[in-house]
């Protein structure tokens, strides 16, 4: 069964634009959850969304944002780009049936922004 | 808030134990996992442990879980330079349908040859 699968892999955009990244979910999953990755900040909850739903969302600006499609696939959006958003953004998709049904993460978007 | 704390670095020998420790504040955790991140790849789940159970082993994992002292370790038996890595300790809490994980800023182990 294919994993989690995130595109593109690698990303450099300027300040002021805007990005859209891509998670492909585990064939089944239903809940896609996404991560912010950074050296100084660790691992910070972004959002889940389940059944095209947005279940839960972290502490961050409304310039991030994301939705779900009928088929799982997720995205996530970025605009009016920052440098501090420069981070690896990773994508996990869960079966969701039960409290117990572990995140699968995929390889992440290395977003660099100058 | 929940917050999740591991010490930063670990070194070992090669064919040594490596333990690896892990202390949460939510007492309301439900599920405490374990994951392993290499150079440039994403997270891989390498084991997790519910929270009513003491010990749970897997192959050369073992996990244990002070509830009382809400203390969380990994143990790796018979270290291979193959489990240089960062580890992250993370917590689910328990909020109905919540999936959302809390991680800690994780360990780098590194394995001496």
């Known amino acids: 069964k294919a994993g989690v699968t995130q595109t593109p892999r690698y990303l450099i955009k300027t300040r002021g634009q805007q990005v859209t990244l891509s998670c492909s979910p585990i064939?089944?999953?239903?809940?896609v959850s996404w991560y912010q990755q950074t050296p100084g900040q660790g691992l910070q909850f972004l959002f889940e969304?389940?059944?095209?739903?947005?279940?839960n969302k972290g502490n961050f600006p409304g310039r991030f944002s994301g939705r779900q499609f009928s088929n799982s696939r997720s995205e996530m959006n970025v605009s009016t780009l920052e440098l501090g958003d420069s981070a690896l953004y990773l994508c996990?998709?869960?079966?969701?049936?039960?409290?117990?049904?572990?995140?699968?993460f995929g390889n992440g978007t290395r977003l660099t922004v100058t | 808030g929940e917050d999740v704390e591991q010490s930063l670095f670990l070194s070992v020998r090669e064919g040594d134990s490596s333990v690896i420790n892990c202390t949460y504040t939510?007492?309301?955790?439900?599920?405490l996992y374990w994951y392993k991140q290499e150079p440039g790849a994403g997270l891989q789940l390498l084991t997790y442990?519910?929270?009513?159970?003491d010990m749970k082993q897997d192959q050369r994992l073992t996990v244990l879980l002070n509830k009382k002292d809400k203390h969380l370790s990994l143990r790796i038996a018979d270290t291979q330079t193959g489990d240089s890595a960062i580890y992250f300790c993370?917590?689910?809490?328990?909020?109905?349908?919540?999936?959302?994980?809390?991680f800690g800023k994780g360990t780098k182990l590194s394995v001496i040859p």
């Open positions: 996990a998709s869960s079966l969701a049936d039960r409290v117990a049904s572990p995140l699968h």
């Open positions: 064939s089944g999953h239903r809940s």
């Open positions: 969304y389940f059944s095209e739903t947005q279940r």
């Open positions: 939510d007492s309301s955790s439900t599920y």
């Open positions: 442990i519910f929270s009513n159970m």
């Open positions: 993370a917590e689910k809490d328990s909020g109905a349908g919540s999936y959302q994980l809390t």
